[in-house]
């Protein structure tokens, strides 16, 4: 084997030590966009087809019952991201139905909407959770009534 000269084996040194350095760089990955709650809404699908985004709080079977979590964060602009919701759906402690998703957040304001027909819960004292990326974004209680 020919022994390398010294300018040889410098670039390859340097050679090496260029794309070691460029194996081992990271860049740091943005820090995800937290959203912040700003408002919520249970109410009936009725009433908001109608332009009333009135609060409810008791329901009949044959309501549609739809409850929305505003949320916002900064900067506006930027999309807010991935992100995994879920609904749940309690009758008193029990839970009754779970729904998931993974939803990509465009921009703020941004509002989550989530809904469930009342006489596939049944009667009675309910309330609705919904959590972003396992953190408790809104919650609120509910009576549907027998008819």
Do not use: N
């Not at 390859?12 to 709650?37: D, N, Q, R």
């Not at 739809?66 to 609904?87: F, R």
Request: proline residues 8%.
């Amino acid at each position: 084997m020919k022994p390398r000269s010294g300018l040889a084996a410098l670039l390859l040194c340097l050679g090496t030590a260029m794309l070691a350095g460029c194996a081992t760089s990271t860049k740091t990955p943005p820090k995800p966009i937290v959203p912040h709650v700003s408002g919520s809404l249970l109410t009936t699908a009725a009433r908001l087809k109608s332009g009333k985004h009135e609060p409810v709080s008791s329901f009949t079977q044959e309501d549609v019952i739809v409850y929305q979590v505003d949320l916002d964060w900064q900067p506006a602009q930027a999309s807010g991201g991935p992100h995994t919701v879920q609904w749940r759906w309690y009758q008193g402690v029990r839970l009754v139905s779970v729904s998931e998703k993974r939803i990509t957040f465009p921009r703020s304001p941004y509002t989550l909407s989530g809904q469930r027909l009342a006489a596939l819960l049944g009667s009675g004292q309910f309330a609705v959770a919904v959590l972003v990326d396992g953190a408790l974004a809104g919650a609120s209680p509910f009576e549907i009534t027998p008819q």
